[in-house]
């Protein structure tokens, strides 16, 4: 990386660029989409009003619609969150309910910071665990795998600190509204069942405020993952400190060693080419071996020094690689819902855009009256081809909002119709399967749903089995005497052609 870095500069920052652009794209998506949509709808020759325009074909499934209106009103209304006040109400109550009311999703910034500031922190002891995970490798392959270490810690601390705050805060919820349970006397239950955003919000209305939390967090606090968290965060920070402290003593003893032999050699070097014919140049021993131990003391209170001061920054290090983690503890309690649904419900009213339907109403104004400022211009285009080339002189009239409501009332039938669907299906199933016993009554009222199955033998069947058997000889006496009566009409019939 480094020397692709300082091979290519250029390169290397334009990557780093379109990088940093891409994030921003990502972040803003939705802003950046509305504007690239509307540029390239405006765009002439090959924009969308301009190619739609070529399309004088009217719609016939639809009367009185061009089949370029259509189009471009459904690509507008791509940007419109459809939403009536009373389903918008409906999550609002979800998540006061619940107690969410008020939080927000975790932003993409705060991942982003997490999980940048866990991946430096990790790099700086994943490298000195490189080195035992993979001994002998060389110096690139070490720095590779230091790199794959590192962001193999950062997804597990990263992951485990954001749950364990998300515990943290939701075992929080549930312990505030058993405490008032408790100091209510527990005349309710603190649980009447749970209430998923699909069913009205308002079926526990009456029941106290910790009742409905409960109905949509959960009854039982729980600390599994904040316990698991803490011993890996505790069991890494111990570990990373002692191996940093092994290669640190490792690398002091093998410079003090250095030093000794380095003087040994130099004594002895001195000692060798020592002339010994010039008078009052031999030192004596005593001086020799006092210089020696001069210069080993100096070696060793250096490697002493080092050594506390490498333990000092080793512990610091320690310390700020556990208040790192605190942070996405704080991080993963601050956003998030405790709510099985609040995730579900805070997505459906926008994602924390809007805070009431009037906001609702006044972010689908803007879209409206910005689609039908574009459907205009695309009607009088299309008006003035059709007198050029055209032969309908239809005056294009619809609206963008016509369009709107113009689906709004398909999809209502369409549901109503699924609706309808679902009701003779459970109709029939309910006529089909087989009544117990203890259901069946009297001979008579069996005979009438044996003849409500019409000619479904096997379900008739299945009925017969499950009766008693006193019941069941009786039915099958009685089915013998219809059976008896239906031949004897037979044969009157008979008699009375022949006569």
């Known amino acids: 990386?480094?020397?692709?870095?300082?091979?290519?500069?250029?390169?290397?920052?334009?990557?780093?660029?379109?990088?940093?652009?891409?994030?921003?794209?990502?972040?803003?998506?939705?802003?950046?989409?509305?504007?690239?949509?509307?540029?390239?709808?405006?765009?002439?020759?090959?924009?969308?009003?301009?190619?739609?325009?070529?399309?004088?074909?009217?719609?016939?499934?639809?009367?009185?619609?061009?089949?370029?209106?259509?189009?471009?009103?459904?690509?507008?209304?791509?940007?419109?969150?459809?939403?009536?006040?009373?389903?918008?109400?409906e999550k609002i109550t979800y998540l006061t309910k619940a107690g969410d009311n008020g939080r927000r999703s975790t932003p993409g910034w705060i991942w982003l910071l997490t999980v940048s500031m866990v991946f430096v922190e990790a790099l700086g002891f994943s490298y000195v665990l490189a080195g035992y995970t993979i001994p002998g490798a060389s110096e690139n392959l070490q720095q590779t795998g230091a790199y794959g270490i590192a962001f193999l810690i950062s997804v597990i601390l990263v992951a485990f600190t954001h749950f364990a705050g998300h515990e943290l805060y939701k075992s929080g919820r549930i312990k505030n509204a058993r405490r008032e349970w408790v100091e209510d006397k527990r005349e309710s239950k603190l649980s009447?069942?749970?209430?998923?955003?699909?069913?009205?919000?308002?079926?526990?209305?009456?029941?106290?405020?910790?009742?409905?939390?409960?109905?949509?967090?959960?009854?039982?606090?729980?600390?599994?993952?904040?316990?698991?968290?803490?011993?890996?965060?505790?069991?890494?920070?111990?570990?990373?400190?002692?191996?940093?402290?092994?290669?640190?003593?490792?690398?002091?003893?093998?410079?003090?060693?250095?030093?000794?032999?380095?003087?040994?050699?130099?004594?002895?070097?001195?000692?060798?080419?020592?002339?010994?014919?010039?008078?009052?140049?031999?030192?004596?021993?005593?001086?020799?071996?006092?210089?020696?131990?001069?210069?080993?003391?100096?070696?060793?209170?250096?490697?002493?020094?080092?050594?506390?001061?490498?333990?000092?920054?080793?512990?610091?290090?320690?310390?700020?690689?556990?208040?790192?983690?605190?942070?996405?503890?704080?991080f993963g309690y601050r956003w998030g819902f405790a709510g099985q649904n609040s995730a579900e419900a805070f997505r459906d009213i926008g994602g924390g855009r809007y805070s009431s339907y009037t906001a609702v109403r006044e972010a689908y104004r803007r879209v409206a009256d910005t689609a039908q400022a574009r459907l205009a211009v695309l009607q009088q285009k299309i008006m003035a081809r059709n007198s050029h080339v055209g032969t309908s002189g239809q005056h294009l009239s619809k609206t963008f909002r016509d369009y709107v409501q113009e689906t709004r009332i398909a999809d209502q039938a369409e549901r109503q119709h699924e609706r309808h669907h679902a009701q003779a299906v459970k109709a029939q199933a309910e006529a089909s399967a087989p009544v117990p016993a203890q259901q069946a009554g009297s001979a008579a009222e069996v005979l009438q749903q044996l003849n409500a199955l019409g000619d479904d033998k096997p379900a008739k069947l299945a009925l017969l089995a499950t009766l008693p058997e006193g019941l069941n000889a009786e039915v099958v006496a009685a089915l013998k005497l219809q059976k008896e009566e239906k031949a004897r009409q037979a044969r009157n019939a008979e008699l009375e052609d022949l006569l």
């Open 192 to 330: 009447t069942g749970t209430i998923p955003l699909a069913r009205p919000q308002n079926s526990d209305d009456g029941l106290p405020a910790y009742t409905q939390l409960c109905n949509r967090v959960g009854a039982h606090p729980t600390y599994l993952v904040s316990i698991a968290t803490l011993v890996i965060v505790l069991l890494i920070a111990g570990a990373a400190t002692y191996v940093r402290g092994q290669v640190l003593e490792k690398e002091l003893v093998a410079r003090v060693t250095q030093v000794n032999k380095q003087i040994d050699n130099g004594n002895q070097a001195a000692s060798d080419s020592l002339d010994m014919s010039k008078p009052g140049v031999t030192l004596p021993d005593a001086d020799v071996a006092a210089n020696h131990n001069a210069d080993k003391k100096v070696a060793i209170e250096e490697a002493d020094i080092d050594r506390h001061g490498g333990w000092a920054t080793f512990i610091v290090l320690a310390f700020v690689f556990v208040f790192l983690q605190l942070l996405g503890v704080i």
């Open 1 to 89: 990386m480094k020397e692709f870095i300082s091979t290519y500069p250029a390169l290397a920052w334009s990557i780093v660029s379109v990088l940093l652009a891409l994030t921003v794209v990502a972040v803003l998506w939705q802003q950046v989409k509305w504007w690239w949509f509307n540029t390239w709808v405006n765009f002439p020759l090959i924009g969308r009003i301009a190619t739609l325009a070529r399309d004088a074909n009217e719609d016939i499934a639809y009367p009185g619609w061009f089949s370029g209106e259509r189009t471009l009103c459904q690509e507008y209304k791509n940007f419109v969150h459809v939403q009536d006040e009373h389903d918008f109400n």
